[in-house]
């Protein structure tokens, strides 16, 4: 029986500190385009709201991405490596309470640029939904093997742009990328601590 390969990593293995750092400039990176798109362009930003009900939204809509990613991940084999592949990357030199800002960066900052800056700038319709999706999973490319995940982040895109796009609210998006990048983060590490004790 054939094993498995595991795919080589195109990027060195980083350290937590080098994951963080990057994290944190990733986001700082964003905002400052963000930040100048809005000063350069005629639109304001998508508009947000703190509410109950938009919270709930995001969280419904969070569950519901995490577990169609799930789903992916159990019956697409490309998106299942490569999704090991960047988890892997990202995930494995992280302690348990870095995941808070795992949620936290890439929920404010991504959601700033690709809903709450993106779909203004576009005219708030289909184009610009797909636009912003496909930018969205682009900024996720980690390698050239890498396009099952780059596909998959594109879809969870059109679906945190729908949600913004029908509720008004970025709020929605915001809470939904963040509780979806907890819940998959957690997971995986307690299956990673799982696989190490067995």
């Not at 400039?25 to 350069?40: D, G, N, R, S, Y």
């Not at 050239?144 to 059109?158: C, E, F, K, N, T």
Request: charged letters at 10%.
């Amino acid at each position: 029986m054939a094993q498995q390969q595991k795919q080589e990593p195109e990027i060195p293995h980083l350290t937590r500190t080098q994951v963080l750092v990057a994290m944190g400039a990733t986001a700082i990176l964003l905002w400052i385009v963000a930040k100048l798109w809005l000063q350069l362009g005629n639109f304001s930003l998508m508009p947000w709201r703190w509410e109950a009900k938009g919270f709930l939204w995001g969280v419904l809509l969070g569950l519901c991405i995490t577990a169609l990613s799930g789903l992916a991940y159990y019956l697409w084999l490309p998106y299942r490596r490569s999704a090991n592949y960047y988890l892997e990357m990202v995930l494995q030199p992280l302690a348990l309470p870095d995941l808070i800002w795992l949620g936290l960066l890439p929920g404010l900052s991504e959601e700033l640029l690709f809903r709450g800056v993106m779909l203004p700038a576009f005219g708030y319709d289909h184009s610009a939904i797909i636009i912003s999706s496909v930018c969205f999973g682009i900024l996720h490319l980690s390698g050239s093997q890498q396009w099952p995940y780059v596909i998959w982040a594109s879809i969870v895109g059109l679906l945190l742009g729908y949600g913004a796009l029908l509720s008004g609210n970025l709020l929605v998006p915001i809470v939904a990328h963040i509780v979806t990048n907890l819940i998959s983060s957690y997971v995986w590490k307690m299956r990673q601590s799982q696989s190490i004790k067995n």
